[in-house]
Every structure is written in C-alpha cells, then in structure tokens.
DNA sequence: CGTCTTTGACCTGCGC
DNA sequence: GCGCAGGTCAAAGACG
C-alpha cells in the first residue's frame, strides 16, 4: 500500500533520540559541530535549557506522531469500510447480471424480510464482518469472542468455497446464527453474517479483535448488503465500534513504534527540523 | 462419556 | 408438481 522506499534513503537514519551523551564530533558534520568543551563547561545553565528545549520539542513531536497515527487509523478504518462495500456491489452485481435466479434473492436471509402467512415479519438484525485469513486455512472460523456450534456446511452457487452454519452455543436461548464464507475474490478474507443479537455475555473477551493474533489480524465490521432495509445506513454494532478504533489506534501506533525504518524517518525528521530552528 | 464436527439427506420457498 | 438452491437436521465419527 505504502512506497516505503523513501525510508530507506539514508542508512544513517537511525538516530539516537535518547537525550544522553553527546555524539561523537567526527559524527557530526564540521558546520554543525558544537563549540569546544571548555565553553560547554562554562554554560551548563544554558546546557539545561537547552536540554529543556528538547523535551518540549520532543513532546510537541510525539503529540504530533500521535495526531497522525490517528490519522493512519481513520484511514485504515475508512478504507476497510470502502473495501467491504467493494465486496458487497461485486457479490451482488453477477446476480443483478441474472447468473443467480432473482427468487433466490428472495430467500437470502442476508437481503430480504421474513415472511410469512399473515404478511412481513421483521428481519433479526443482520450484520457482516470481513476478517482476513491465511489464504490455506480452510477452517472458516472467526474469532469474534462467542462460542457457536456448526450445524451445516453447504457449498453455494456463486462461490466456490462451501458456506458454514454457525448456532450460538447458548441457543436455543440464544437465536444468533451466522454463516461465513471465503470470499469468491479473494481467498484471504472471510465474510461472517451474523443473523440476530446475543442475549448474553461473550464467552472469551480475548478473542475479539486481538492485535496479536495473525490467523485474524483484521477483524472488521462492515455494512450490511441491504442497507435499505436496516435501521442505519451502515449497520455497524455501534457499541463496539469506539473500542474497534480505540484498538486500532494501538495496533497502528504499535506497529509503527515497531518499525524501525519509521522511527528513523520520524527520527531524521526530527533533527532535521532541530538544525534548521535550534532552540532558543 | 459428553461435546463438537462432518456430511449426506431432507425440508422449504419460489417460479414456471 | 417439478426443479433449483439455500437452509437445517441428525447420525456417525472424532476428540479430550
């Protein structure tokens, strides 16, 4: 997604931003190098000051840091959002194209209402998630923090991978159900349909949107197909969605502090703009 | 032994 | 009534 190439410029990137010793002179440019120790000496007050000066950058800079990790994450969020409405206009359009009977749209649980004898019932809540797997894993199953029993397995017309039936392991109290599928373009992402609401607690909160957990490194909830007949345009479970991004802000600012070409580039940055307005 | 998964059979709703 | 396709059931087997 990201040229990285302009991190990798420079190998002297990696600069030490701790506030401690000095470099070494021969490190620093001839232009650039401090006047000679005995005047250092003579101005230790200053020294502190200027050390004080630094702190504050620093922390302007680290606030700043923070801003765009934040930025990062709207981002991230805002893409994750258009990709699933990506996936969704591209499952229905073959359909709309007449490649799925229309009567068969009918009974998706997904995009239509109930119904029964004495007219429209309600549809349970829907809502769907995209997670992203390891394209071999075949196991179709999403860790969203609940337990659920898998009652059927069923491959479908317009996609090649088979469709798991998932009851809620509290049912019959519980009536959520879901169904997940890999997608037909892409192998690596899976879509969980959640029919109903939970009545009850989650089973393992460590499970749901863990940063350290590979097998699903993105869990992302996404607009329902059929928005027209939800409640909201988007029916994201709003409860969730403050924690989701909270997350994904320390997901984001994890893994960047963990990128070391970016804490260099951050780094080099950061002295550039030192030389150019030394502190008072 | 209890729980869960697998999988073929069966059920259901729909258009023709 | 038939055919189609999605959804569900339930017996058998796996597993701890």
Redesign the pocket.
Do not use: C, H, I, M
């Given at each position: 997604m990201m040229d990285s190439s302009w991190t990798n410029q420079s190998p002297s990137l990696s600069l030490d931003l701790s506030v401690g010793p000095p470099r070494s002179p021969d490190q620093v440019p001839p232009d650039q190098r401090s006047p000679p120790r005995k005047a250092e000496a003579n101005s230790f007050h200053a020294c502190g000051t200027q050390v004080g000066a630094i702190e504050a950058k620093l922390n302007q800079i680290s606030e700043e840091n923070k801003r765009l990790a934040e930025m990062v994450s709207d981002m991230h969020m805002n893409y994750s959002v258009l990709r699933g409405r990506l996936f969704d206009l591209a499952s229905i359009a073959p359909q709309e194209k007449g490649s799925?009977?229309?009567?068969?749209k009918?009974?998706?649980?997904?995009s239509c209402n109930y119904?029964?004898k004495h007219g429209e019932v309600p549809m349970p809540k829907t809502s769907k998630m995209y997670v992203r797997i390891d394209p071999t894993d075949s196991?179709?199953?999403v860790k969203d923090g609940y337990?659920?029993?898998?009652?059927?397995?069923?491959?479908?017309?317009?996609?090649p991978f088979p469709?798991?039936?998932?009851?809620c392991?509290f049912a019959p109290s519980c009536p959520v159900?879901k169904?997940v599928q890999k997608s037909a373009e892409d192998g690596s992402l899976l879509l969980a349909?959640y029919?109903g609401e939970h009545n009850h607690e989650r089973s393992s909160r460590d499970e749901v949107y863990s940063v350290s957990d590979h097998s699903a490194a993105a869990v992302l909830p996404c607009p329902s197909i059929d928005a027209e007949h939800t409640s909201q345009p988007y029916d994201l479970d709003e409860a969730e969605l403050p924690k989701l991004q909270r997350l994904l802000v320390e997901q984001m600012a994890t893994a960047l502090t963990n990128d070391r070409s970016f804490t260099a580039a951050i780094a080099t940055a950061i002295y550039e703009r030192m030389l150019q307005s030394p502190p008072a």
């Open positions: 799925v009977s229309p009567k068969r009918r009974v998706d649980g997904a119904q029964t196991s179709l199953v337990q659920w029993r898998k009652y059927g397995q069923k491959v479908t017309r317009d996609n469709r798991a039936y998932f009851r392991s159900k169904k349909t029919e």
